[in-house]
């Protein structure tokens, strides 16, 4: 078993709803460990668009790094996310921050995720997510945070999911087992 780290993000329609929705397709195919809490920041980019809520949330999975892409892209696809313009609205937005302590570079994946330690909204919840998480060569990742505090984000309470939201996902999970 990994440990993986995944950031969430959501700037259109139900963010919340869209960051608990891919929450369960993750939870239904790896074993949560932790999650953060819901944290509001300013987009990033040049486009003009609402502010993103943001969270991570931590996995122990057997998948391998291109696995657990497929999945966080198929997650996103679910939500209705659309890849038209670069740093643009999403309705879900997944990526994969850490894979255990490797470095890993394949086509249309780098990890650790290349803005990882200059995004405050990224290392603020991780943070809390998963305390004593580090870059591969074992640098621990709270030291980047005094570089991004200037950067506002906004912690804006638990990340708490609904009991029907969490049944369901146990039903899905027991499915998914079966099959």
Do not use: C
Request: net charge negative; charged share 20%; glycine share 8%.
């Amino acid at each position: 078993m990994v440990r993986v780290a995944v950031g969430f993000g959501s700037n259109i329609g139900d963010r919340q709803d869209h960051l608990d929705a891919g929450l369960g397709v993750l939870s239904a195919s790896w074993t949560p460990v932790s999650r953060s809490s819901l944290y509001e920041s300013a987009p990033v980019g040049p486009v003009e668009q609402g502010p993103f809520l943001n969270a991570v949330a931590v996995f122990e999975t057997t998948a391998g790094p291109a696995e657990v892409l497929s999945i966080l892209l198929a997650a996103e696809q679910s939500r209705g996310r659309t890849r038209e313009v670069r740093w643009g609205p999403r309705t879900l937005d997944l990526d994969l921050l850490l894979y255990g302590d490797r470095t890993v570079e394949e086509p249309g994946l780098t990890v650790p995720h290349p803005e990882l330690t200059n995004r405050r909204f990224v290392l603020e919840p991780l943070l809390e997510a998963w305390p004593e998480a580090a870059l591969p060569d074992g640098t621990p990742l709270g030291g980047f945070l005094p570089a991004v505090r200037d950067q506002h984000v906004e912690n804006v309470g638990p990340w708490n999911v609904s009991l029907w939201r969490r049944t369901w996902w146990r039903l899905l999970k027991a499915v998914s087992r079966k099959q």
